[in-house]
């Protein structure tokens, strides 16, 4: 047994990063592996001093998807119970409440894309590999793939991918919007930073209230989702930080937000 943490976890200024630490098992989600993962999300949750996540992979891949010895042996007792057991990593990365970046190294297939589609933002390198291919194995997606990837890419492209269990290039990921950037890989880290910083600069009072209203597009009718968003900024006026803002610009000055 290796003594190496299977996720790891820092913090740059207001920027924390979670690392999926497999590269041996192209980072491979295992039980032992998910339950580390979702430690380090509820960490970086609760730690105020984190404005904004970045979610990687280390070595050649962001993860390739849930380790097949996770299935052998299992009955649909056993799977139903542990999907119903406990919340995944994925629908915690979706509730979560702060900006959550997905820099996506390499190979990002399976559940593993279906996590990254739980980020608020995909930033991909050149050489990142996408796919849905669990109908190769005689199986479909179990972690919201059908569900998310059509609303990113539209239905028939999303069958198309879950269909043929076709691998993607980064370049087709972009086209189709599965996802928002692809730069140079020796960029990926710096440009992935420079992005998050620039976001951990804002309020996150408002920088939540944006992405719960945001997620609530894609969930509720329109009129439903304005009057949702319509409740969420008028909340905004009670923060010290709307204050702050419009004290600054008035000022002419930067900003200096607190979460308050």
């Known amino acids: 047994m290796s003594d190496t943490p299977v996720v790891l976890t820092e913090r740059q200024g207001a ?5 999926i630490n497999r590269p041996d098992k192209r980072n491979a989600l ?16 609760a730690d105020r ?10 070595g050649k891949a962001f993860v390739s998807g849930v380790d097949i010895n996770e299935f052998v042996g299992k009955t649909p007792v056993d799977m139903l119970y542990r999907m119903l057991q406990q919340p995944s990593a994925i629908e915690i990365a979706d509730a979560f409440p702060k900006p959550l970046i997905a820099m996506i190294n390499g190979w990002c297939l399976g559940s593993g894309n279906e996590l990254a589609m739980a980020c608020d933002i995909r930033i991909a390198s050149e050489d990142a590999r996408f796919g849905q291919p669990e109908v190769n194995l005689g199986m479909m997606p179990g972690a919201g793939a059908t569900q998310r990837l059509p609303r990113l890419v539209g239905l028939g492209k999303a069958l198309s991918m879950m269909y043929t269990g076709q691998i993607i290039e980064s370049s087709e990921a972009l086209r189709i919007g599965l996802v ?3 730069v140079p890989t020796r960029q990926l880290k710096a440009r992935t930073m420079t992005l998050a910083q620039m976001i951990a600069t804002k309020s ?14 894609v969930r509720a009718p329109l009129d439903d989702g304005i009057r ?16 702050e803002g419009l004290a600054a ?5 930067q900003p200096k937000f607190t979460g308050e």
């Not at 920027?15 to 690392?19: F, S």
């Not at 610009?249 to 000055?253: D, G, P, T």
């Open 15 to 19: 920027v924390g990063i979670i690392t």
């Open 30 to 45: 295992d039980a032992a592996t998910h339950a580390a993962l979702l430690g380090a999300l509820e960490a970086m949750r």
């Open 49 to 58: 001093a984190v404005r904004v996540v970045v979610l990687t992979g280390a």
């Open 180 to 182: 928002d950037h692809v």
């Open 204 to 217: 996150p009072i408002a920088l939540s209230m944006i992405k719960e209203a945001a997620r609530a597009s």
């Open 228 to 243: 949702h968003e319509q409740s969420l900024a008028s909340v905004i006026f009670a923060s010290r930080d709307m204050q």
């Open 249 to 253: 610009f008035l000022e002419k000055r």
